[in-house]
Nanobody, 121 residues
């Protein structure tokens, strides 16, 4: 399975970006998909996760109300709409898929290569 993320870039604070992540190699329509990010000097953190049918969605507190995750199983793609971006959202954003839940912690099987989001103040 390969995950190809795109949509990152430079945006001013308060702006929006939409990330996309397309999977290839096998269908992921029955797998959870989601997003993580890693800011400079920090550990990778979970952002959002969406279940196979799109009904089970989870966000980390720092992005609730600003970010929206969605998926298109026909296109084998997951999206992350990011609004009201802040300088502290600057990071490399990674999509992920499949894997298992250990309590509330998700351990994906597959990772994308990352796309850089830079939010200027």
């Amino acid at each position: 399975v390969q995950l190809q993320a795109c949509g990152g870039g430079l945006v001013q604070a308060g702006g929006s970006l939409r990330l996309s992540c397309a999977a290839s190699g096998r269908t992921l329509s029955t797998s959870r998909m989601g997003w993580f990010r890693q800011a400079p000097g920090k550990e990778r953190e979970f952002l959002a996760r969406i279940g196979s049918t799109g009904r089970l969605i989870s966000y980390t507190d720092s992005v609730k109300g600003r970010f929206t995750i969605s998926r298109d199983n026909a296109e084998n793609t997951v999206y992350l709409q990011m609004n009201s971006l802040k300088p502290e959202d600057t990071a490399v954003y990674y999509c992920a898929a499949a894997g298992s839940l250990w309590g509330s912690t998700w351990r994906p099987d597959y990772w994308g290569q990352g796309t850089l989001v830079t939010v200027s103040s």
